[in-house]
C-alpha cells in the first residue's frame, strides 16, 4: 500500500535515446495505471528546451539585455543573422510566458525523447498521480565535454550573464533537495491533485535553469561567441 517511486534518468545517443525513452515510458504508464494514485514519477527537465517560465522572467530578459557588454551590442548589431546573438525575449501567448531554448545541436531525437517524458509527466499529473520534473542546469558532465566543442562553448558561456555551467557535483546536490523536496512537501507543485493553469507549468514551478531563461540572448544563437570568447582566452 506504500506510494512507489520510479524515475526516468537514461540517456542513449542518437535514435536509441527515443527507443528508451518509449521502453520506460510503457514501464511507468503501467505502474500507474496498476498502482493508481500510490505511484509518483520522477524526470529531469533539460534547460534547452521551449518551457513555460515565470512572468518574471520577461523583465529579467530586458535589462540582461540592456546591460550587456558593448561586444555583444555590436555582434547583434552588425552581424547577418545567421550568425547574430539573437534576444531571448519570451513567447507571451494566452498570459502565459514561453522561451526558446530548444539546442538544435542536440539533434531531434533528443528533443522528441524529452518531449516524451514531458507528456507522459503532464498525462500522470493530471490524473492525479505525484510527479516531479524539474529543469536541470546545463552540466560538465564527462559525456558533455567529452565533446571538445561542447566543452569551449561552456566555458565561454559565463561571459553571457547570467549564465551558469554547472559541475556535476552541484547539479547533483540541488537536483537531489528538489526530488526530497517534491516527495515531502504535501503541498508543492509535484503532488497530485495540484491545480496549474497550464500543465506546463509543472516543469517552471522549482527550475534550476542555470540562468538560460533570465539570459538576455537566446542560448542556442550565444554558443559560437562563446566558443570564440574561449579561444580569446587562450590564444591571447
Not at 495505471?33 to 509518483?40: G, L, P, V, W, Y
Not at 556535476?168 to 493553469?197: C, P, Y
Request: proline share 4%.
Amino acid at each position: 500500500d506504500e506510494r512507489f517511486i520510479v524515475g526516468n534518468y537514461t540517456y542513449l545517443d542518437g535514435g536509441l535515446h527515443v527507443q528508451l525513452s518509449i521502453a520506460c515510458d510503457a514501464i511507468i504508464s503501467k505502474l500507474a495505471a496498476e498502482r493508481k494514485e500510490k505511484t509518483m514519477a520522477c524526470f529531469l527537465c533539460t534547460p534547452t528546451d521551449d518551457h513555460v517560465v515565470p512572468a518574471a522572467t520577461a523583465e529579467a530578459v530586458r535589462k540582461n539585455q540592456k546591460n550587456s557588454p558593448l561586444w555583444q551590442k555590436i555582434i547583434r548589431a552588425v552581424m547577418p543573422k545567421k550568425y547574430t546573438i539573437r534576444s531571448n525575449k519570451p513567447v507571451e501567448e494566452g498570459g502565459l510566458h514561453c522561451v526558446r531554448a530548444i539546442s538544435v545541436a542536440q539533434g531531434p531525437n533528443y528533443a522528441l525523447a524529452k518531449r516524451l517524458q514531458h507528456w507522459r509527466a503532464m498525462l500522470l499529473h493530471t490524473a492525479g498521480h505525484a510527479v516531479s520534473s524539474n529543469v536541470a542546469p546545463s552540466t560538465r558532465t564527462a559525456s558533455v565535454v567529452s565533446n571538445k566543442t561542447f566543452g569551449l562553448a561552456m566555458n565561454g558561456m559565463p561571459a553571457f550573464k547570467p549564465l551558469e555551467m554547472m559541475w556535476q557535483e552541484t547539479s547533483n546536490a540541488v537536483m537531489g533537495a528538489l526530488l526530497i523536496h517534491d516527495i515531502r512537501n504535501e503541498k508543492g507543485v509535484a503532488q497530485g491533485g495540484v491545480e496549474l493553469s497550464n500543465p506546463l507549468e509543472l516543469f517552471s514551478k522549482n527550475g534550476f535553469h542555470g540562468g538560460i531563461w533570465r539570459c538576455g540572448y537566446t542560448f542556442e544563437s550565444v554558443g559560437l561567441w562563446a566558443i570564440l570568447y574561449t579561444l580569446r582566452g587562450k590564444i591571447f
